[in-house]
């Protein structure tokens, strides 16, 4: 069992705070699809607006890759492109285990915007040996037996869990055993791991739950208040309101 610390984020080695970090996958989205567009250039106002942040944290932001913009022109696409894949290790071919074929493992196994990004599956594992021979987008899908001897031969990189909850922290116990020290975790637990692995959550439930917040707001109605829970009777205290005696 991996002991340790519960996930957090870790210290950027180049001084680069990790919210910035969290923001740069927003800014290579929007440039992205600038480039597709042709776009040569592009001013911090319309890239922070494409990418849903101010213009000041923007360039703020870009600050830390060595990327100032030019005045009246703005930021050249391209080459913004490649600081920011560079920066996020985007430009190396990193090899992804996904373990868990349920329905979101299948889906991911199909997903075809890993390659497009830096990552390549190269392998789909399961504990299930009903699924396990299965071939899903042109890979065979193995054995969990196989995980340790897989990581080593394929030079897995990283690992995304999508197993049931309950399977989640053996899994990654396993994951680090092997070498490990990234995971991209869609189970809907918290996993403890050792200092040096970075565990990245990934909860719909979570998600769709401050949503759920945002539109109550929006809506301008307070909370619907359901019942409320019984608070137990300490000892000697009548569960009852006290009743009011006549003058």
Do not use: C
Not at 61 to 79: A, I, K, Q
Not at 126 to 154: S, Y
């Amino acid at each position: 069992m991996a002991t340790g610390r519960t996930e957090r984020p870790t210290q950027r080695g180049r001084g680069i705070p990790e919210a910035t970090v969290a923001r740069l996958p927003l800014y290579l989205r929007a440039l992205s699809a600038l480039s597709e567009r042709g776009v040569p250039t592009v001013s911090s106002e319309e890239l922070a607006a494409a990418a849903g942040v101010n213009s000041a944290k923007l360039r703020k932001d870009l600050s830390y890759l060595g990327s100032y913009g030019t005045r009246g022109v703005g930021y050249d696409v391209e080459y913004l492109v490649y600081q920011i894949s560079r920066e996020l290790g985007l430009t190396q071919d990193w090899p992804v285990a996904i373990i868990g074929i349920g329905n979101l493992g299948h889906a991911l196994a199909n997903y075809g915007g890993f390659a497009s990004r830096g990552f390549r599956v190269a392998a789909l594992l399961d504990a299930d040996r009903a699924v396990t021979g299965q071939r899903i987008a042109g890979m065979a899908v193995r054995h969990m037996d196989d995980l340790e001897q897989i990581v080593r031969e394929d030079h897995v990189s990283i690992g995304v869990i999508t197993t049931p909850a309950p399977a989640a922290q053996e899994v990654a116990d396993r994951l680090v055993a092997a070498g490990i020290t990234s995971i991209l975790n869609f189970a809907p637990t918290v996993l403890s791991v050792p200092e040096g692995v970075d565990v990245r959550k990934v909860d719909l439930s979570i998600e769709l739950q401050i949503l759920a917040f945002h539109e109550q707001r929006k809506s301008g109605l307070d909370p619907v208040a359901g019942p409320v829970p019984a608070r137990p009777s300490k000892p000697g205290e009548r569960g009852d309101l006290p009743e009011v005696m006549p003058a």
